[in-house]
């Protein structure tokens, strides 16, 4: 079975772009974390960073309880996610004590600046994860990673990169089967559907995510889809394990998308 590590920037992020394709690889059996690197500690009107974080972290707990997957937070701040050594220093130490084989994360182009930072850390830290000489400075530091992991982007936050275009996925994961928890993960994050109620003024947050999923399922004439790129930089591995772990039914390749 594999161990795969789904890391984006903040509580909830993963659920929206990747969580009805974690369940079903969950319902196969992989080994799951989910992993975001702050607590979304910007995420409310009315409790203070800190107290808000907790609630977070726990909703974030909760929703990778429900398909057996574990959540740890590398500890950021929201708005303060750069690629620096500091910060690559501790996401290769969280890829080397999670150990993942496949690394799924967010896409390098999207709308907020902590998610276009997140994934060129988590790119970056695959690539130093396997190298000896590349010290955490970790108070225990876990050893080093066997080889560079797979790595994939998710869809950037509605499938669309900053002008509006549309962002053309690789494949489409059919998340029919498994749309119902998807959902019922992303409730989970109550505070944050407060949160965006207060401050976009709707409350749409269930909804939305729908509509996106919805739209990703239609390029590939299905009801419900998530979108996958592979990092394809000189020496990531190329071999296309995501789809492999999925299966030919699950996975709707770009040749079949009309
Ligand atoms: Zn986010």
Request: net charge negative; charged share 25%; hydrophobic share 40%.
């Amino acid at each position: 079975m594999a161990r795969i590590l789904a890391i984006h920037a903040h509580p909830d992020d993963a659920e929206f772009l990747a969580g009805g394709t974690l369940a079903l690889l969950a319902d196969r059996g992989h080994e799951i974390t989910i992993a975001t690197m702050t607590p979304g500690d910007c995420g409310s009107a009315e409790l203070g960073p800190e107290e808000i974080a907790a609630v977070r972290r726990r909703e974030a707990a909760n929703a990778a309880a429900l398909i057996g997957a574990k959540y740890l937070c590398v500890e950021m701040r929201d708005l303060t996610i750069f690629n620096d050594h500091p910060s690559r220093r501790c996401v290769t130490e969280i890829l080397r004590k999670t150990r993942p084989e496949l690394v799924l994360t967010a896409a390098p182009v999207d709308y907020l600046c902590d998610h276009e930072a997140a994934s060129a850390l988590v790119r970056d830290a695959c690539f130093g994860a396997p190298a000896p000489n590349y010290r955490t400075h970790a108070e225990a530091p876990a050893p080093i990673l066997d080889r560079i992991p797979h790595l994939y982007f998710m869809d950037p936050l509605a499938g669309r990169d900053r002008e509006g275009q549309l962002v053309e996925p690789d494949f489409i994961v059919n998340v029919a089967g498994t749309f119902a928890r998807k959902r019922e993960m992303l409730a989970q994050h109550a505070s944050q559907r407060r949160w965006l109620e207060q401050h976009h003024g709707t409350d749409d947050y269930l909804d939305q995510m729908e509509r996106w999923t919805r739209e990703r399922g239609q390029l590939a004439g299905v009801p419900y889809g998530e979108g996958f790129r592979k990092y394809r930089g000189h020496p990531y591995p190329q071999s296309g394990w995501l789809e492999e772990l999925l299966g030919t039914e699950a996975v709707l390749f770009r040749k079949q998308i009309p």
